[in-house]
């Protein structure tokens, strides 16, 4: 069965450093996702992307903040200059489609990259 | 605001009974979703249902939502051990298909 991945699935990192976080979304999906969750707190949206843009991004998502599709098959977040309160489960999501369509947008979640910045 | 509050915050029950999960939300959505995230890992799908259903099963899952009152339920009937884990439900209001997730619960199936 077709899953989304993500890599690594740990890493720590000096505040001030910058961080790429990656992730292979589902083969046929075009719809890519960004989520965190702080430990011991709801899982919080962080961004969308389709057609090689940002569709929509929370508030969380700042300046610091970018994601990128380099290729077909990868997905990443960089963070540029992390901070303590960037540590976080990060998760990628990826769905076949978007609302309206035909079919179901169920996103799929990848295993999360644990980030522990100290 | 909020959206997506679950309630209860814990559950815990024997294997064999059944396990009820609550969750409101707060604004008109499209549809709402329930995922599972055993501790430590990722977020699994169980089931999606449209803001224009009333009550979908899928094996021993059975959610109901009743948008008059912005509320679903998730029902886990004959639990197993293995059910264990949080309980997430995330709805999905306009927009281009961001989650928005409770707080969670978190059953405890004790064999």
């Known amino acids: 069965e077709p899953e989304v991945t993500q890599t690594p699935s740990h890493q720590v990192t000096q505040m001030g450093q910058e961080v790429i976080l990656r992730c292979v979304p589902i083969?046929?999906?075009?719809?890519f996702y960004w989520y965190r969750q702080i430990l011991g707190q709801k899982v919080e949206f962080l961004v969308s992307?389709?057609?090689?843009?940002?569709?929509?991004k929370s508030e969380i998502f700042d300046d610091q903040f970018s994601v990128e599709r380099p290729d077909g098959s990868n997905f990443t977040l960089k963070i540029r200059s992390t901070k303590l309160e960037d540590s976080a489960m990060y998760f990628c999501?990826?769905?076949?489609?978007?609302?309206?369509?035909?079919?179901?947008?169920?996103?799929?979640f990848g295993p999360g990259t644990r980030l522990t910045v100290l | 605001s909020q959206q997506g509050e679950e309630d209860p915050q814990a559950l815990s029950i024997q294997e064999g009974e059944n396990a009820t999960m609550n969750c409101s939300y707060k604004?008109?959505?499209?549809?709402l979703q329930w995922y599972r995230q055993n501790s430590g890992r990722g977020l699994v799908h169980l089931i999606l249902?449209?803001?224009?259903?009333r009550e979908k099963h899928s094996g021993r899952l059975r959610v109901t939502l009743d948008t008059s009152k912005k509320s679903s339920s998730l029902l886990i009937t004959a639990s197993r051990a293995a059910d264990t884990a949080s309980y997430f439900c995330?709805?999905?209001?306009?927009?281009?298909?961001?989650?928005?997730f409770g707080a969670g619960t978190r059953l405890a199936v004790h064999p």
């Open positions: 249902i449209r803001s224009n259903e």
């Open positions: 992307f389709y057609n090689n843009e940002i569709s929509e």
């Open positions: 995330a709805t999905v209001s306009g927009g281009y298909n961001k989650l928005i």
């Open positions: 604004t008109s959505i499209n549809n």
């Open positions: 083969s046929n999906h075009l719809y």
């Open positions: 999501a990826s769905s076949q489609n978007w609302r309206g369509l035909a079919g179901s947008n169920e996103q799929f």
